[in-house]
């Protein structure tokens, strides 16, 4: 689904934009923010890194906040007390742990930043730590994350109700979802000073959990992008970048295989416009294969490969760090050109990616997904986000955002627990 604005609209995908009218003519620019994701030194030792946590875990949960994320982000919830139980009941259980939040949002800085419901900089990397809902406040005064070291805890009543309290972040935020790069913000790993309210968390000697959750693939793109501007152009397929639309992330954040064209072993970049040789009637569809990020000159978002090297130089021994992602699957991949919502734009056919998972016969569901739903949640292929898990190889869990959330977080849990009674843990 698409929203539509006055003039000439931002198409925005409903998983992820929410947009306010926009007008066009009467748009300036807007001002550049630091999204944090700079591609300069990557950072030794975070300043704000503390000693001790032998034996401990630093536990980092990544909650997209953009719309549609209401209903996944209860199921994470569901799942806490087992995943804490988990923890908590091993043969070695965890005592000694921090647990933070942040969100996915870190804006679009550009010339339509307002229109496209997005600020600048967003949360910044900021530890989310206020209590939502009709959920009362259990931590500390001015704790900004969930604290138990030596016996001594920063919250009252049961980590279950702590942690679920502080996890469902709502769906206000950006749509350009900068997961990865709100993960290297708040951690203080990109080389820039991390936020100071999150000084404390990371722990020389602990090791460190990163789990997120999230139905897009990451979106992270550097301060100085053009990827949410029209710079001058129209809002329709005769800007150089396209309109400007969630598609921008998978145009210029993915390389993929078209196993049907000219050269099938060639990897493109996702097309603009459909090509020549497909049918479709009003909804052309290219189905791709084999998809990676794009950390090529081509590319306009941050390369995976340094957010992975970023987020490994956070320890000594990288073993130390385990990373999950409930995302949607991979694959299946394909584009399809459904006709714009605006008449201004000429009757153009517009490119979007098809959900990899969601409910089956559902719109804009990928038909040869395999993981379908029934409570209506839906994701679309994360890439990105699945090669940066994978490149932490048996450290790494991946799971499906369509799925119960059950097995993934055992096996999340499962790898926190193996990796503290390693040899090398802390706790032998």
């Known amino acids: 689904m698409h929203l539509q604005m006055k003039s000439a609209p931002v198409v925005l995908r409903a998983s992820s934009l929410v ?11 807007c001002s550049k923010g630091d999204l944090g994701t700079s591609s300069g030194p990557v950072a030794d030792v ?6 001790g946590g032998g034996g401990g875990v ?7 906040n953009s719309s549609s994320m209401y209903s996944t982000q209860q199921k994470l919830v569901a799942q806490i007390p087992a995943f804490l139980a988990m923890l908590q009941g091993a043969a070695q259980p965890l005592t000694d742990f921090h647990i933070a939040v942040v969100s996915s949002d870190l804006g679009a800085p550009g010339d339509l930043t307002a229109s496209i419901g997005c600020s600048a900089t967003g949360d910044q990397g900021i530890f989310q730590s206020q209590p939502r809902g009709d959920c009362q406040a259990l931590l500390d005064p001015g704790a900004t994350f969930i604290s138990n070291v030596g ?8 980590l279950n109700d702590a942690l679920a309290c502080i996890t469902p972040l709502g769906s206000n935020g950006c749509g350009f979802e900068h997961q990865l790069a709100s993960v290297v913000r708040a951690l203080g790993a990109d080389g820039h000073p991390a936020p100071a309210a999150n000084a404390g968390f990371l722990r020389r000697d602990a090791e460190l959990a990163i789990f997120l959750l999230t139905n897009e693939d990451d979106c992270s793109a550097p301060a100085d992008t053009k990827l949410y501007s029209l710079s001058g152009g129209s809002q329709d397929l005769s800007n ?3 309109p400007i639309a969630n598609y921008r992330c998978n145009q210029f954040g993915h390389l993929c295989r078209d196993p049907n064209g000219a050269d ?8 603009l416009n459909p090509p020549s040789d497909i049918q479709g009637g009003e909804t052309p569809t290219l189905g791709l294969v084999d998809c990676q990020s794009n950390d090529t000159s081509t590319g306009l978002l941050t390369p995976v490969s340094q957010f992975v090297a970023q987020i490994k130089a956070l320890k000594a021994d990288p073993s130390r760090i385990t990373v999950g992602a409930l995302t949607a699957p991979a694959t299946p991949y394909a584009v399809e050109w459904a006709p714009a919502p605006d008449t201004d734009v000429g009757g153009q056919l517009w490119p979007q990616v098809q959900h990899s998972c969601g409910p089956q016969g559902g719109d804009d569901v990928n038909p ?5 739903t029934t409570d209506g949640s839906f994701g679309d292929p994360g890439v990105r986000i ?3 898990v994978q490149a932490f190889g048996d450290n790494g869990i991946v799971g499906s955002i369509c799925d119960d959330y059950g097995v993934t977080m055992g096996s999340m849990a499962g790898n926190v627990i193996a990796n503290r009674t390693a040899p090398d843990g802390g706790t032998n």
């Open 58 to 64: 630093d536990i980092l949960f990544m909650i997209d």
């Open 240 to 242: 150089p970048l396209g």
């Open 386 to 388: 699945t090669q940066w």
């Open 264 to 271: 099938p072993t060639k990897l493109i970049m996702p097309p």
């Open 46 to 51: 975070p300043a704000f890194e503390v000693a």
């Open 151 to 158: 016996g001594v805890a920063n919250y009252t009543g049961a």
């Open 368 to 372: 040869q997904a395999t993981d379908v």
């Open 19 to 29: 947009a306010a009218c926009l007008a066009l003519a009467g748009l300036g620019g």
